[in-house]
Nanobody, 124 residues
Framework: QVQLVESGGGLVQAGGSLRLSCAASGRTFSSYAMAWFRQAPGKEREFGAAISRSGDSTTYADSVKGRFTISRDNAKNTVYLQMNSLKPEDTAVYYC?????????????????WGQGTQVTVSS
């Protein structure tokens, strides 16, 4: 089992950048593929980015491709989301998630572990 704690959210102007972090408990962090999802008010939680166990493979939603970068440091039990060129439509609560499946996935239901979320607000 793994526990996840996100940080790094906040208020930023359009065009700005933020870096989210997700710290995982336990000694088996490298056994989990990781992902970031987000949920805007009144909308369903949607996939943003995912990364393989080793970090050598990543997947992005079309809405963030080219602007967001997911990475991980297995020595620090942490996954990151670098968000550049932020837009007001990126405003949401961002959640970190972990799956024990071999490869990363965009499917929300395959992630068994979730953090509590961190708010990102982008002003126009």
């Amino acid at each position: 089992q793994v526990q996840l704690v996100e940080s790094g959210g906040g208020l930023v102007q359009a065009g700005g950048s933020l870096r989210l972090s997700c710290a995982a408990s336990g000694r088996t962090f490298s056994s989990y593929a990781m992902a970031w999802f987000r949920q805007a008010p009144g909308k369903e939680r949607e996939f943003g980015a995912a990364i393989s166990r080793s970090g050598d493979s990543t997947t992005y939603a079309d809405s963030v491709k080219g602007r967001f970068t997911i990475s991980r440091d297995n020595a620090k039990n942490t996954v990151y989301l670098q968000m550049n060129s932020l837009k007001p439509e990126d405003t949401a609560v961002y959640y970190c998630a972990a799956t024990s499946r071999v490869v990363q996935t965009t499917i929300r239901g395959w992630y068994a572990y979730w953090g509590q979320g961190t708010q990102v607000t982008v002003s126009s």
